[in-house]
């Protein structure tokens, strides 16, 4: 059973930046995802990437984050700019789709002035 571990998250102002960071048994040819829980709402979707260097995004962070893999590390990143109130969230890393038994405790973004 793989759960992976979350990090980076933090307080920062509207407009800032922040990394968020993704370790684990990722397996090399796996396609990887950032997930997010708002407060009061379902956890959804926020961007993903394959084996490769294919990314997707949602409509509601594409153009401002960045999701990426260090294979060699087996880590996934997901770097956040232009950061919103709406942005406030626990993230997630899971498996692209997301595999029910792997979820972690997540990092929690808070975007406050």
């Known amino acids: 059973q793989v759960q992976f571990v979350e990090s980076g998250g933090g307080l920062v102002q509207p407009g800032g930046s922040l990394r968020l960071s993704c370790a684990g048994g990722?397996?090399?040819?796996?396609?990887m995802g950032w997930y997010r829980q708002a407060p009061g709402k379902q956890r959804e979707y926020v961007a993903s990437?394959?084996?490769?260097?294919?990314?997707t995004y949602s409509t509601a962070v594409q153009g401002r984050f960045t999701i990426s893999r260090d294979t060699a590390k087996s880590t996934l990143y997901l770097e956040m700019n232009s950061l919103e109130f709406d942005d406030t969230a626990v993230y997630f890393c899971?498996?692209?789709?997301?595999?029910?038994?792997?979820w972690g405790r997540g990092t929690r973004v808070t975007v406050s002035a």
């Open positions: 990437i394959d084996s490769g260097i294919t990314t």
């Open positions: 899971n498996n692209f789709p997301p595999r029910d038994n792997a």
């Open positions: 990722m397996a090399t040819l796996a396609s």
